[in-house]
């Protein structure tokens, strides 16, 4: 099982939308809507920001906003903040070993 | 409070081994899978395994599979992972991790406890 895969990196200006893709196949992200994304600050633990393709966390802003369209999902930060700045990693239910996330993503805000 | 901590972490020799434990408090532990989720240094995250909340069903990557071991003990709200035969490549920090809003979705996770493999 490869890892999902993700764009090495994305940035945008504050107040911007961005996007950040997370690839996989029927096997995993395309066959089950079970796939979650996650926040990760230099030092930190991860975090959930979104479950089951578009469900949020109580707590987590409105401006994460999860999708999916066959074998790649995506995860959308609208009103980009400095704060945003981070790493970014989704995940995916998958028949083959059941579990996998993905390469993750670099958010830089310019 | 809901968290997870984990211990255990440490230097150790190439080929040698070494379990990793976690406490769950505030939940009902019984009741959650509980994954293993490691990083090696500047890298991304790779799950490792997991297990069912009733200990029935458990899972690993194929990286990790024969070599390492997951279970737990309910009762004392408690999970393992004992790693035989380490490589250099198995350095990294070693999450423990709530599978609390359905299957993947990860949303507990402990500070970590940082496993290196010396050759």
């Known amino acids: 099982q490869s890892a999902l895969t993700q764009p090495a990196s994305v940035s945008g200006s504050p107040g911007q939308s961005i996007t950040i893709s997370c690839t996989g196949s029927?096997?995993?992200?395309?066959?089950?809507?079970?796939v979650s994304w996650y926040q990760q600050h230099p030092g930190e633990s991860p975090k959930l920001l979104i479950f089951d393709v578009t469900n949020r966390p109580s707590g987590v802003s409105h401006r994460f906003t999860g999708s999916k369209s066959g074998n790649t999902a995506s995860l959308t930060i609208s009103g980009l903040q400095a704060d945003d700045e981070s790493d970014y990693y989704c995940?995916?239910?998958?028949?083959?070993?059941?579990?996998?996330f993905g390469t993750g993503t670099k958010v830089t805000v310019l | 409070e809901m968290q997870v901590v984990e211990s255990g972490g440490g230097l150790v020799k190439r080929g040698g081994s070494l379990r990793l434990f976690c406490s769950g408090s505030?939940?009902?532990?019984?009741?959650?899978?509980m994954n293993w989720v490691r990083q090696a240094p500047g890298k991304g995250l790779e799950w490792v395994s997991s297990i069912s909340g009733n200990g029935i069903y458990i899972s690993y990557a194929d990286s990790v599979k024969g070599r390492f071991t997951i279970s737990r003990d309910n009762a004392k709200n408690s999970l393992y992972l004992h790693m035989n035969s380490l490589r250099a490549e198995d350095t990294s920090i070693y999450y423990c991790?709530?599978?609390?809003?359905?299957?993947?979705?990860?949303?507990?996770w402990g500070q970590g406890t940082m496993v290196t493999v010396s050759s």
């Open positions: 991790v709530r599978e609390g809003k359905g299957l993947a979705a990860f949303d507990i």
């Open positions: 029927s096997s995993d992200v395309g066959g089950y809507n079970y």
């Open positions: 995940s995916s239910y998958t028949s083959l070993t059941s579990r996998v």
């Open positions: 505030g939940f009902i532990f019984s009741s959650y899978a």
